[in-house]
């Protein structure tokens, strides 16, 4: 005998209604359709698929089978940037399966990102178009700028003084690279913009003075980092907040051996990879995975909704506070080394 349950998940800019079924056999979970959740973006665009696949991968071949793998799982968002120098290679892995008839371009949700470097508004629109002919792409589902920090212009992503500190570039403001992004959108190529790697303050301040408003705000976040604050200030703003290191990283403290995280996965029947997913679909933010394992591929999709009594137990139970990226305060991505 099935047990089921009619949940309405809701949030402002999106409203799913998810069939939620619990087997008598330890309240184990049967799949729904949690994973095909997609959240509408706030200027009419389209909608960006909840789980998404993130590309930051040091080795191309693995880039391009682990993308190639990740659309036949399933995943029907990918990310990448120009940071991660893997937008070829997602090109190549997006073009072999789009020809192999089964995925079509209209059905991959595409995300990739302005760099540091290229900040100034005459540097915008040729980096995006570097982009562009990489991703083999005749338009990108969603720019990002990858953080609000400009650097020196130039070809050097990580441009450093004798010294070894940041050269930062103080001739530009975010709100003119904003500006400069519009225009994307304005000549078609790009169907929605956002921002990534940034504060609350920074993300008020672009989105009161815009004239396209940011779709999207890429960062950080998982149960050791909520950031409930800016998850309500995009609700009531129409924008999705998309978390990337849903799982943590693999980084110390470990999310995944979180005693409430593991105590609800032996009790519903899913690795607590799958509830910590499922938790941040569930309270209405889109999310990033990376593996390199066909394996935990299948297993990240793999996502079904959580009773409301194990929101709560994440929610209100878990206590540790963590950041794992320091980007977010130098604009440098990298994740920080924690001893146990």
Same mark, same amino acid.
């Given at each position: ?90 090109? $190549?892995?997006?073009? %072999?399966? *789009?020809? =192999?008839?089964? &995925? @079509?371009?209209?059905? /991959?949700? +595409? ?89 609350? $303050?920074?993300?008020? %301040?672009? *989105?009161? =003075?815009?004239? &396209? @408003?940011?779709?999207? /705000?890429? +960062? ?107 980007? +977010? ?12």
């Amino acid at each position: 005998m099935k047990i089921t349950n009619r949940i309405v998940l809701t949030s402002r800019v999106c409203r799913l209604t998810i069939d939620h079924k619990l087997t008598e056999d330890k309240n184990v979970l049967e799949p729904d359709n949690l994973r095909y959740t997609k959240f509408a973006l706030n200027n009419g665009s389209g909608a960006i698929p909840a789980l998404g696949f993130g590309t930051l991968i040091p080795d191309p071949i693995i880039t391009k089978n682990a993308t190639k793998a990740a659309l036949e799982a399933g995943f029907r968002g990918l990310d990448t940037a120009e940071r991660y120098q893997t937008e070829k290679e997602v090109g $190549e892995a997006m073009e %072999e399966v *789009f020809k =192999a008839g089964k &995925i @079509k371009r209209e059905d /991959v949700f +595409v995300a990739t990102k302005l760099w540091n470097t290229n900040h100034r508004p005459e540097r915008v629109k040729p980096a995006f178009e570097a982009s562009l002919r990489k991703l083999q792409l005749d338009y990108i589902d969603l720019y990002l700028i990858h953080t609000p920090f400009a650097f020196q212009p130039g070809d050097v992503q990580d441009p450093r003084d004798a010294n070894g500190n940041v050269i930062y570039d103080r001739g530009v403001k975010l709100l003119d690279t904003w500006g400069a992004v519009e225009e994307l959108v304005n000549e078609g190529k790009c169907k929605a913009i956002g921002l990534s790697d940034i504060g609350l $303050e920074r993300v008020k %301040e672009i *989105f009161e =003075a815009a004239t &396209i @408003k940011p779709a999207v /705000v890429h +960062v950080e976040s998982h149960p050791y980092l909520p950031e409930w604050d800016l998850l309500d200030y995009c609700q009531k703003n129409g924008i999705v907040m998309q978390a990337f290191a849903a799982l943590g990283h693999s980084s110390e403290p470990n999310l995944l051996a979180d005693p409430v995280i593991t105590a609800i996965a032996s009790r519903v029947g899913k690795t607590p990879a799958q509830v910590a997913l499922a938790w941040a679909i569930q309270r209405g933010t889109a999310l990033l995975t990376t593996t390199k394992t066909p394996t935990r591929l299948k297993e990240n999709f793999d996502v079904c909704t959580l009773p409301e009594d194990a929101m709560r137990e994440i929610n209100e139970g878990i206590k540790t506070q963590m950041r794992f990226n320091a980007v +977010v305060e130098t604009g440098v991505p990298g994740f920080i080394p924690r001893g146990k």
